[in-house]
């Protein structure tokens, strides 16, 4: 994960008041434009990891199981599911029964996979962030592993796109992302 991507998570998490934030180390999981040219997996995005929300909600239901939680949630929208098979309502339904046939813990807590975002444009998700309040200054988009938004890369443009559809100024792309890297940079 790039650091400006971990110190955005922190501080979402922070601002949400996260009580036990846990991050989980996966280095040998990369995204196939990190792999090298495949043509095997070619027609795919870059930022693909193979097999990935697999192995992430397999994960956090672990965690879930541990602490007794009932929802994992993930915050995949409309757009993730024309490009990402697995971010489609089949694999969610299907990953959700798997998990709870392993576990008669997380069928007593009524374990579900919630994805309050997926019919929403990213787009449509900007402007109920605003909405909301949410600091949209700690957000972060960029692939690449800067501390600072790149602006060229798919990330960067699917957020300016997306702020620009809103119709919301993006506080990160109006501060030049200056204040921005001296925060990453501070902690
Ligand atoms: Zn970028």
Redo the contacts with the bound molecule.
């Keep these: 994960m790039a650091k400006g991507e971990l110190w955005a998570a922190r501080r979402l998490g922070a601002a949400a008041g996260v009580e036990d934030h846990r991050f989980f180390s996966m280095p040998e999981l990369r995204e196939i434009g990190d792999i090298g040219p495949l043509e095997r997996l070619s027609g795919l995005p870059s930022t693909y990891i193979p097999m990935k929300n697999s192995i992430y909600y397999n994960v956090a239901a672990a965690f879930a199981e541990e602490v007794g939680a009932s929802r994992v949630a993930g915050g995949h929208n409309r757009e993730d599911r024309a490009v990402f098979e697995d971010t489609s309502d089949e694999f969610f339904r299907n990953l959700q029964r798997t998990l709870r046939s392993g576990s008669a813990r997380l069928r007593e807590q009524d374990f579900r996979i919630w994805r309050p975002l997926r019919a929403m444009s990213k787009a449509e998700v900007v402007a109920l962030a605003s909405r909301l309040g949410v600091p949209l200054e700690d957000t972060w988009?960029?692939?690449?592993a800067g501390s600072v938004?790149?602006?060229?890369?798919?990330?960067?443009?699917g957020r300016e796109r997306a702020f620009r559809e809103a119709g919301v100024v993006d506080p990160l792309r109006a501060s030049g992302d200056r204040k921005g890297l001296k925060r990453v940079r501070a902690g």
């Design positions: 988009s960029c692939h690449r938004h790149c602006w060229e890369c798919d990330g960067c443009l």
